[in-house]
C-alpha cells in the first residue's frame, strides 16, 4: 500500500498528525489534508465543521507538518482512504463520489456513548468502518457498526438508570485493536510524544516548587461543567483556551505548564481522547479529572481513581451519560484533590502511574502487534 494516497477531513491538527502516523505505518504512503478547492466542494454538497489549516492554528493548534500536504478536488477521485470526522457527512460524499464506497472510514473525535438524533446523525448503525478513540466502539454491543437499535427513542433510553457497577462491566468487554470488524478502537498515538516524556519535571520542582495548577479547553464553561468554572478558577486553578477564564495560550507554551504545575484538572464532562490530557500525563503530571468523564468515555484502563488520576464529582447516572452533574461535591472533591497533591510523594506516585499506565496503552508504531492489527483492519475494510 506504499504508494495510496489517504485524505484526512479533520478539525484539528495533532488527530491529522496521530492518524498520520498509523496510516503510514500500515503502509499508506502519501497523507493530505483537504485544501480550500476540496473544502469549498465539500461545503457546497452540504457536509459541516470543514476547517482549514489556519482556523486550526487560531484555535492554538501546531501548524500542519510539511510532509503533510493540501489535497485538491481531482485527488478525490485517485484517493485509496477518505477519513471523515462527522458521520452525518458520510452520505453527502459518497453521493457526491460514488467511487468512495469501501474507501471511506468514519474517524470519529468524541468519545460520548453513540446515539442516532438529528443534530449528529446516525451514530449507531454506520455507513462505513470506523477509526476511533470512542471506547464504545470496542463494546459487544456497537463492535459490529450497528446496535440492533434501528431508530431508538433516545429520550426512552436517556431515563434509564445506570450504575457505577454497570459502568465497570461495560469497559470490561472493551476489544482494542480488534481487525475483524469494522470498528477498530485504541488510545491514539501522540505526534509529539517525545516532547513531554523526555521532560525535567521532577528536577524543574526539586526546590522551587509547584506552579499553580491549571486546565485547558476551548470553550470551558460549554463542556458541562460551566456552572462551576469560575468557582474553580477561585481554587487558583489557571484555566486557558478560546473563551475560557485567561484565555488562549500558545501551544508551545503548554508544555512548559505541564512540567512545574501541581496538576491538571479536566473540566470536560467528555473527551476523545483529549490532548491536553495526554499531555499532561506524558509529562508526568497529576491529572484531576470528572467520574462523569471516566464513566462517559469508559475510560477505566486508563484513568483509575487515586493510582493514575484523581477523581471528582459523580459518574454518568442515566443512559447516554445524563445525569445530575453534583456540582458542589465536584468543587469539594477538586479542593481536596490539589491539597493532596501538594505532598510531592502523591504528586510524583499519580503523575509517573499515569504516564507509565498511558505509555502502556498508546497505539505505537513501535509495536508489532499495534501495527499489524491496524495494517490488517485496513486490509479488511478498504479495497
Not at 507538518?65 to 470526522?85: G, K, Q, V, Y
Not at 488562549?248 to 503548554?254: D, E, L, M
Request: net charge neutral; proline share 6%; hydrophobic share 35%.
Amino acid at each position: 500500500m506504499s504508494t495510496r494516497l489517504v485524505l484526512i477531513q479533520n478539525a484539528d491538527s495533532p488527530q491529522i498528525e496521530s492518524t498520520a502516523e498509523m496510516l503510514r505505518a500500515a503502509g499508506y504512503g502519501t497523507i493530505k489534508y483537504c485544501g480550500s478547492q476540496l473544502r469549498n466542494e465539500l461545503q457546497r454538497i452540504g457536509c459541516d465543521t470543514v476547517l482549514a489549516p489556519a482556523q486550526m492554528e487560531r484555535m492554538g493548534y501546531d501548524p500542519l507538518p510539511h510532509d503533510i500536504t493540501e489535497a485538491s478536488l481531482a485527488d478525490m477521485d485517485e484517493c485509496s482512504l477518505f477519513l471523515e470526522i462527522k458521520v452525518r457527512n458520510v452520505p453527502h460524499i459518497l453521493n457526491r463520489w460514488p467511487r468512495l464506497e469501501r474507501r471511506i472510514a468514519y474517524l470519529r473525535v468524541n468519545g460520548a456513548q453513540p446515539e442516532i438524533c438529528p443534530k449528529g446523525g446516525d451514530e449507531v448503525n454506520l455507513p462505513c468502518p470506523i477509526i476511533t478513540a470512542c471506547l464504545w466502539y470496542g463494546t459487544d454491543r456497537y463492535r459490529a457498526g450497528n446496535a440492533d437499535q434501528g431508530q431508538s427513542n433516545l429520550e426512552h433510553l436517556a431515563s434509564r438508570s445506570v450504575t457505577i457497577e454497570d459502568h465497570l462491566t461495560t469497559a470490561k468487554t472493551i476489544k482494542r485493536h480488534d481487525p475483524s470488524g469494522m470498528c477498530y478502537v485504541m488510545w491514539p498515538p501522540y505526534p509529539k510524544m517525545a516532547e513531554y516524556v523526555n521532560n525535567d519535571r521532577l528536577e524543574r520542582t526539586a526546590n522551587r516548587g509547584y506552579d499553580p495548577a491549571y486546565g485547558i479547553a476551548h470553550y470551558m464553561p460549554s463542556w458541562g461543567f460551566g456552572t462551576i468554572v469560575n468557582n474553580v478558577a477561585d481554587l487558583g486553578v489557571h484555566l486557558y483556551g478560546e473563551r475560557s477564564p485567561k484565555g488562549q495560550i500558545p501551544h508551545s507554551a503548554v508544555k512548559l505548564l505541564a512540567q512545574t504545575a501541581l496538576a491538571f484538572v479536566h473540566l470536560k464532562s467528555v473527551d476523545c481522547p483529549g490532548w491536553a490530557l495526554y499531555e499532561a500525563m506524558l509529562s508526568g503530571c497529576p491529572v484531576i479529572t470528572a467520574r462523569l468523564l471516566n464513566s462517559r468515555m469508559l475510560a477505566y484502563d486508563l484513568l483509575i481513581d487515586g493510582q493514575t488520576c484523581w477523581e471528582f464529582g459523580v459518574p454518568a447516572s442515566l443512559e447516554y451519560g445524563r445525569g445530575d452533574m453534583a456540582f458542589n461535591q465536584c468543587l469539594v472533591d477538586i479542593k481536596r484533590n490539589l491539597e493532596a497533591l501538594q505532598d510531592r510523594d502523591v504528586n510524583r506516585f499519580i503523575g509517573e502511574n499515569g504516564r507509565q499506565k498511558l505509555l502502556s496503552l498508546m497505539w505505537s508504531k513501535d509495536k508489532p502487534e499495534d501495527v499489524g492489527s491496524f495494517t490488517s483492519f485496513c486490509r479488511k475494510n478498504f479495497l
